[in-house]
Each structure stands twice: as C-alpha cells, then as structure tokens.
C-alpha cells in the first residue's frame, strides 16, 4: 500500500500540509509531550482515545480467556479443567469483563472519541476534561471489579438475577459497585458527545451533512444518558441488598424478583444498540470509503440509528416471556422487538445499494464490513425467531440464544470494532500494516467465529441449556467443533496483534492510503495536537462526495 496525500470534499481547503518538514514528518499529538504526566494528564480527546484503547484491549485479552477456559472446559462432558464452582465463576466474569469492560465502550470510547471531534471539524470535545475524567471513572469501576473477580468472584452471571445474587457466598458487592461506577463513565461519555454534537459543528456540516458515524454516536449516547441511570441504581439496590438484606427482591420479605428483570432489561436491551449502533455508523463510513460512493439513503439510514435507539427502549419485555407476563404483553413486546429489525433492514439494504455498482476495493476493511453483513442478517433473522413467543419458550436459556446474542451483539461489535482499527489506524498512528497478513486474519476470525456459534445454534436447538457444567454425551461433537471454532478465532486475534505491533515500529509512513474522502481525512495522519494546522477546513460538500469520472467529464453514466 503506498501513501497519497489527503483528499478533501471539492472546493475544501486542507490545512496543514505545509507544516511538513524535509522528510515528511509533522508535529502530531503523538509527540506532542512524551512524559507519563503529559499522557495521564491530558485532554486531548485523541491521547484519551489511545489510553482508551490500551485499557480496552487488555480488557478483551482477559475477557478472550475466560471464553476460552469455558469452550476448553466444555471439550467433554465432565469434569475437564475446573470443578463447577470455577466453571459458574468463570462463564460470568467472562460476560462482565466483555460487555461492560469492552463490548459497551469500545467503539465510544476509542473511535467515538478520537474521530467525533475531526468530523465535525473541531479541536476537541465539548468538556474537554470530563472526556478524561470519564476515563478514569472507567478505570475505577473496572478496579472495583476486578478485585471482586480476584477475592472470591461471583457465579451469579452477567444479568445478577436476584433474589441468588443478594443471597449467593461469592463476592457479589464489589463487582456490582464496580459496574455502577463504570455506568457514569458511559453517561459522561454520552453528554459529552452529545453537547459537542449540538455545539461544535463547523460552518457549513448541516445536521443532514454529518457523516453517518456521528449520527451513530449521537443515537447511542441517547441511549446512554437516558438508560444507564437505571441500571445504575438497580446495582446499587442489589448491592445493598445482598450486604444488608433489604428484602426489595425477595419474596419471602414481600419483595419482587421479577421487578428486578424489568428494571435489569428496561436498560440491558438498549444497551444491545449501545454496542451495534456504533457498530453501524462505522459500517456506514466503510462502505462508503471502499465502494468510492457516497451512501445510498443518507436521510434513510441516519432515521434508523435514531429510530433503532427509540424503539429500543420498547422491547425489553420479550427477554421475559418465560417471568409470567400475561399473553397480551407477550405479543406486544415480540412485534415491538421485530419491528427493530425494520430499521437495521433499510441499513443493511442502503448498504448493499451503496456497494452496487461502485468501485469496491476489497481491503482488509471491507474484509470485516462482509463478515458484519452476514453476522447482522444471520443474527437479525435469529432474533426475530426468538422475539417470537412460541419459538422462544423452548429455546429460552438455551445455547440457542447464547449463539443468538453472540452473532448479533458480539460478532457485529467485533466486525466492526476490528474494521474500524484496520481502517483508522492510519489516521491514528501515520503508519499502514502489512495488508496481505490483515485479510488472512480476517478471514481466520470470521470462519473461526461461524465455527464457534453455528454449532450453539444446532447444540442449543437439540436442548442443551446455556451455563450448563456438564451435559449429555451425545452433545460432546459440537461442542468439540464450537471448542475448535473458538481455537482459530484466538489464532486470528493473535496474528492481528503481530502484525499491528510491528506497523507500529516499523510500518510504511502514510497519510490517507485509502484515498478516503470522510470529513476526518481533511488533516494530516496522524493528526496535530489541535486537529489542524492553520485555518480550519471548508465543508461545501457531504462526507464521502466521490464524482464518477464520466459524470466529472460530462458523459452519461449508469453508476
């Protein structure tokens, strides 16, 4: 991949470029103090993304071995590496560790916050040091956790369903405190965005010139302010629960444990699109760059991330159709969690028609955008299976829906998260990977997913309930294949660290390699401590205005 220089809308100015010296280098955040102090005291919202990054790839590296303590675990029937205790411990620390350490922030916390203010076209975020207070309330909440994992741990799963939770001997309290903490480190975040969203714009992006990530990032931040607060206080009841036995959840001191689920998933359900909205927006940014077309349905697709973070809000229900609720709740909640799929439909569809009859460079990128096609089409299809009443009794706390909320939550997070990194990474750190190692890893780690999930669906089909310490032996042939599945999944990830740790080193030096037209690469790669060098850029066109050479030449075109 060789270096070119950064491409603006038409008529756009880029700044900066003189500021270059003889050998191409150019003063950047990166360099810009290189002391401990200047890094952990920073507030540029660029150092803070990379700090966000180190934290949350080392919480995905513990997270990514817990997983794999369960499959090896699960390579036989009994007893393999851990008694059943270990295994309860294990199986939850691995869903902590993963959605409130990794899956919920990840792309917020690290993209959102490295990119929101260059495509807007501002120096920073709006609350500069709230962006990095939000870290360190992060960093807190995961300490708090952490501990609890390490004195005791807790076997109670991700979801801490009560009355267990406020009665089990593990260490329950700390962890609860340290998810509590980590939710206003997402509520901060989300204002944060949001302000900086209303306030920050530069002359000329409209709301309907924005690229479609921000609208991604403005939805779930929404989303964020407006539902963390509930689980928030619902931990803190939990957690004061099980230290002082209040009876708010147990029904033998008159208490409701079912009003625990719906307070537990009035939030837990929108976080779903806490992790995918972004998700989407960065799908939206790489079609986009890669098929060298502006996106089809601009208005269409950023109506859906709004619409998907409201109704949203409405479908907590059908994760409870097995509590007792009555038949007519039921019903309601399952059209209300189908018509969710209305909206990621018109994406996935404006995604495809973006890809139609462009000039599609298939790059390691858009390697992952294929892999978060399918992964969202199969696990949508899946989830209205599930959000079907009949269909869900049986299949309710099976690994069914353990192979459901994988593929729709976690594969397209993962997608997602790992094209991000790939196309981004230039413009974060100047410096391009070995592109040919990049699409073998991708391909590694979209079979070895499909190879780890698929049998959960047929596994989970034939009765095989989720968290389960032992099963039948007639089970142990996919749970092998799901182990081996998960085993090239871990080689995938482990290629990806290789070949980006040495980029870092010795990469090429580039700019913009991907000749991408997105509002970010109006700046130099990778960027200056203030986002831009001299006068700030001119936006008279929307992100990603690719002309058709016939059309620029006045010849007709069907393109």
Not at 24 to 43: A, E, I, M, N, R
Not at 342 to 369: D, H, L, M, Q, R
Request: glycine share 10%; proline share 6%.
């Amino acid at each position: 991949m060789t270096p070119s220089s950064s491409i603006a809308a038409p008529g756009a100015a880029v700044p900066g470029h003189e500021a270059h010296d003889d050998h191409g280098h150019h003063p950047s955040y990166l360099t810009d103090g290189t002391t401990v102090k200047s890094w952990l005291l920073t507030v540029d919202h660029k150092r803070i993304a990379i700090m966000y990054m180190v934290w949350i790839l080392l919480f995905f590296l513990v997270g990514g071995i817990f997983a794999l303590l369960i499959r090896i675990e699960l390579l036989t029937p009994g007893p393999t590496i851990m008694d059943a205790m270990t295994y309860n411990r294990v199986f939850t620390l691995h869903g902590i560790v993963m959605i409130f350490l990794f899956m919920i922030p990840a792309i917020p916390g690290i993209f959102g916050n490295f990119l929101l203010p260059l495509m807007l076209g501002a120096k920073d975020v709006a609350f500069p040091r709230l962006n990095l207070l939000s870290l360190y309330v992060y960093l807190a909440g995961a300490g708090f956790a952490l501990w609890g994992m390490l004195n005791g741990g807790l076997d109670t799963g991700w979801t801490f369903y009560t009355p267990y939770s406020a009665h089990t001997t593990t260490t329950v309290a700390p962890v609860l405190f340290g998810a509590f903490i980590i939710g206003f480190s997402s509520i901060l975040t989300g204002m944060n965005f949001i302000v900086t969203t209303h306030t920050m714009r530069a002359p000329g992006i409209t709301w309907f010139k924005m690229p479609l990530m921000v609208w991604a990032l403005y939805a779930t931040s929404c989303i964020q302010v407006l539902a963390t607060p509930v689980i928030g206080l619902l931990l803190l009841l939990v957690t004061a629960e099980n230290l002082f036995s209040l009876g708010m959840f147990d029904v033998a001191r008159g208490g409701d444990p079912v009003l625990f689920q719906h307070l537990f998933w009035f939030y837990s359900h929108p976080a779903v699109y806490i992790m995918v909205l972004p998700a989407f927006g960065v799908m939206s940014e790489i079609v986009s760059a890669f098929s060298r077309k502006n996106i089809f349905g601009y208005r269409a697709v950023a109506y859906s991330s709004v619409g998907i973070a409201f109704v949203g809000f409405f479908a907590w229900g059908h994760h409870m159709f097995v509590s007792g609720q009555s038949t007519f709740n039921a019903g309601v909640f399952g059209v209300l969690s189908m018509l969710v799929g209305v909206f990621t439909a018109i994406k996935v569809f404006n995604w495809v028609g973006t890809v139609y009859k462009g000039a599609v460079e298939f790059s390691t990128p858009f390697a992952y955008f294929c892999g978060f096609l399918f992964f969202t089409v199969f696990g949508g299809m899946t989830g209205i299976a599930v959000a079907t009443v009949s269909l869900d009794v049986p299949w309710h706390d099976t690994y069914f829906v353990v192979a459901h909320f994988h593929f729709i939550m976690v594969g397209a997070t993962i997608m997602a998260f790992l094209a991000a990194l790939h196309y981004w990474f230039p413009k974060m750190f100047g410096k391009m990977y070995h592109e040919g190692w990049g699409l073998v890893s991708a391909a590694l780690i979209i079979l070895g997913f499909n190879a780890t999930f698929i049998p959960q669906f047929l596994v989970g089909n034939a009765g095989m309930p989720r968290r389960y310490y032992e099963y039948p032996e007639r089970f142990q042939a996919l749970n092998v294949a799901s182990t081996a599945g998960a085993s090239l999944l871990a080689f995938g990830f482990i290629i990806i660290a290789v070949y980006l740790t040495y980029a870092l080193i010795y990469g090429e030096r580039v700019d913009n390699p991907w000749n991408s037209k997105g509002y970010e690469w109006l700046t130099l790669s990778p960027p200056p401590t203030h986002n831009f060098i001299g006068p700030q850029p001119t936006y008279p066109e929307e992100p990603h205005f690719y002309v058709d050479p016939k059309k620029a030449e006045g010849e007709v075109s069907d393109v």
